[in-house]
C-alpha cells in the first residue's frame, strides 16, 4: 500500500519508524531501493568522508563550484535546526515540499525494504538531485565510509579529511580499522584525496590494492602561508595569494587544501578560475564549527564531540586572545570518548555548566561531572537539565569580557541556537 504525507513532520516521523535500528550499517538494502528509484544524473559527484572536517570541506566544496557558476547540490548531516538544512540545492535549503515529494519517490520504490531514517534521507536527496539537472553533486558520509548509505553512489572523486578515533563501536578501535572503513569510499581509477598528513597503513594499502589515483595531504599536495594569505601547492599547479577561509581555525587549510586537490584532480571536467577559489574561500558558512557570535560576551558554538576535534576547538580558544574566563557549556553522548574530549577541553575552561542530553545515547551531567573530577579539574562545576538552561545560567553571569563556549554535541549546540536564534 502507497503511503503519502501531507507535512514534512509527518514524513520524517514515518520514516524514523521503518527500521528495527537507528544504525545499520551495509550497503544490500540502500542499493537494492537506489536500482529501484532508476535516479541518474551526469552531474560530477564528490563523496567526502573522514572524522572531523567533513561538513567544513563540503561547505568550502559547494561554495566554490558554486561562485565558478555550476549548479551544484550538498547532502550532509546531522542538521542543527531544521531537516531542510541536510539538503542543498544552489546554496539554499530544500523546501519542505521537494523533501516530501523526494520521500514519496523513495517510499514507491522500497517495496517492502525496510530502510533506517539516514538510509531513507540519503536516497531522498539523491533523488530530488537527479531531477534538478545540476553539475555537481557534493555527498557527506554519515559514519565511516565503505558501509554508509552514501557509498552505494559512485563518487567521480572521493575525499577522506582525516582519520581519528570516534564510533568505534562500529568502525574498530584502532586507526588502522578505521582507515580502512573510511577509504571504502575510494575507487578504481578515481582521484582519491586524503587530508589526513600521517594517513593510516590500511588506507594507503586499501587506495593501492583498488587502483584508486591516492592524494595525500603533505606528499601529494599542501599549502603555506603567513598571517595575510596563504599559498596552495597541487600536484601540477599552484594556486597563489588566496585569503584565507571565513571558515575560523587554523586547521580550516587542511580542510581547503583538500578541497583544491580534489578540484586539480577534476579540472578537465570542471574547470574552476582562481577568482571562484578566492570568492567561494571568502563567502563559505557554517554554523556550528568554531562559529564567533558577534557582540559580547564572546560566545562560541562549536560541535566538536572527540578528542581530535576538541583538541583543535582548545588551539582555536587559546588564538583568540585573552579572556578573564571561559564558560564551558557541554553535553555530551554517552558513546562518545567523553574523557578524552574533556580532557583536551580542560586548559581552556574556567567554569564548567554540564548539562543531560535527551534520548537513549544522551550522557548525563553527573556522568561528565564525575569524569571531570576524576581528570582534576579546577573551577566550578554546575548540573543542568538541558543545554540551554546551562546557557541562560551563563550569559546571566558572565562578565562582559568573558567567553561562554558551547560544545559536545550537535545536539547540544543546535538546543543553545535555538536561544541564541530566538534572541536576535
Known sequence: MRVEFASLEAWLTHIEGQHSRPIDLGLTRVQDVLVALAAQTSAVVITVGGTNG??????????????????????????????NERVRINLAEASDAQLCAAFAAVEAARGATSLTYFEFGTLAAWWLFCQQSLDVIILEVGLGGRLDAVNVIEPDCAIVTGVAM???????DTREKIGFEKAGIYRAGKPAI????????????HARAIGADLLVQGRDYGFSGDKQQWK?????????SLAYPALRGANQLLNASSVLAALEALEERLPVPMQAVRQGLMQVELPGRFQVLPGRPSVVLDVAHNPQAAAVLADNLANMGFFPDTWAVCGMLADKDIEGTLKAMLPRVDH????????????????LKATLQ????????????????AFASARSRVGEGDRIVTFGSFL????????VTRAT
Open 54 to 83: 567533513k561538513g567544513s570541506t563540503c561547505a568550502m566544496l559547494e561554495a566554490i563550484v558554486r561562485a565558478a557558476g555550476y549548479s551544484v547540490g550538498l547532502y550532509t548531516s546531522p542538521h542543527l535546526l531544521r531537516y
Open 166 to 172: 570516534d564510533h568505534m563501536d562500529y568502525l574498530g
Open 194 to 205: 586524503c587530508g589526513d598528513p600521517q594517513p593510516p597503513l590500511t588506507l594507503i594499502e
Open 232 to 240: 596552495f601547492v597541487g600536484r601540477r599547479t599552484s594556486r597563489n
Open 352 to 367: 564548567w555548566l554540564l548539562c543531560d542530553l535527551p534520548g537513549p545515547r544522551g550522557a548525563r551531567a553527573a556522568e
Open 374 to 389: 576524576t581528570l582534576g579539574a579546577k573551577g566550578h562545576i554546575e548540573l543542568f537539565a538541558d543545554p540551554h538552561s
Open 412 to 419: 547540544t549546540v543546535a538546543d543553545v541556537m535555538q536561544v
